[in-house]
């Protein structure tokens, strides 16, 4: 299957830092999304995007459509401990691909 | 309800035994997938239907793992003979259409003793 590189696998930041991931892919993807998966729970959609170059917020996340559709970032900004938790990207073809995760927790 | 609902929560079985996994979709949610989370690590694909169409059986790890979906709504996944390496949390997703983004559910997480 199609392999995505995201890092970093795990962050420790301090409350009010900000945070970024990124996933890359040596396929191109028409699709990237973004997932917050928090312990005993499915993952949860953050965002969406659907073109090249695209740039979308949602509150203090921002994430980003790479220009060669082969990869993406998500920032968050002013990080708070409910941001803790495992972050997947996930690019879409016919079929949707994971990346590996990335841990975060936040310290107080 | 409005997600996608997944049951059991938890199951435990003896090594050997069948078991049968149940997702409800989002109502009218076209396409259904599953995927198997293993402790600490990504999700692996499993199966994907679509529609009517045949479904996507590639990403079933061996002969043991089948699912079918009914009525083009609820699917059930089921794994025969279980292996305790068969021990994970097991996630249904669906999505409205081509463009859609998934959904998932809270997963079954299997344990087999």
């Known amino acids: 299957g199609q392999q995505l590189n995201q890092s970093p696998q795990s962050m420790f930041i301090q409350e009010g830092e900000d945070v970024s991931m990124n996933c890359t892919s040596s396929?191109?993807?028409?699709?990237w999304l973004w997932y917050k998966q928090d312990p005993g729970e499915g993952p949860v959609l953050l965002i969406a995007?659907?073109?090249?170059?695209e740039l979308t917020s949602n509150g203090r996340l921002t994430a980003q459509f790479g220009i060669t559709r082969k990869d993406s970032f998500l920032n968050i900004s002013a990080s708070i401990p409910s941001d803790v938790g495992i972050y997947f990207c996930?690019?879409?073809?016919?079929?949707?691909?994971f990346g590996t995760g990335t841990s975060l927790t936040v310290i107080p | 309800g409005a997600g996608v609902s997944q049951s059991p929560s938890n199951k435990v079985t003896e090594k050997g035994k069948d078991v049968e996994l149940r997702c409800d979709p989002i109502?009218?949610?076209?396409?259904l997938y599953w995927y198997r989370q293993s402790l600490g690590q990504g999700l692996e694909f499993l199966i994907y239907?679509?529609?009517?169409?045949?479904?996507?059986k590639s990403g079933l790890p061996s002969d043991r793992f089948s699912a079918e979906r009914t009525g083009g709504s609820v699917s059930t996944l089921t794994i025969q003979r279980t292996q305790q390496e068969d021990s994970a949390v097991y996630l249904c997703?669906?999505?409205?259409?081509?463009?859609?983004?998934?959904?998932f559910g809270n997963g079954t997480r299997l344990t087999v003793t």
């Open positions: 996930a690019g879409q073809l016919n079929q949707f691909y």
């Open positions: 396929s191109i993807f028409n699709t």
């Open positions: 995007l659907y073109k090249a170059g």
């Open positions: 109502s009218g949610h076209t396409a």
């Open positions: 239907f679509q529609g009517n169409s045949a479904p996507d």
């Open positions: 997703a669906s999505r409205l259409g081509v463009n859609s983004p998934l959904h």
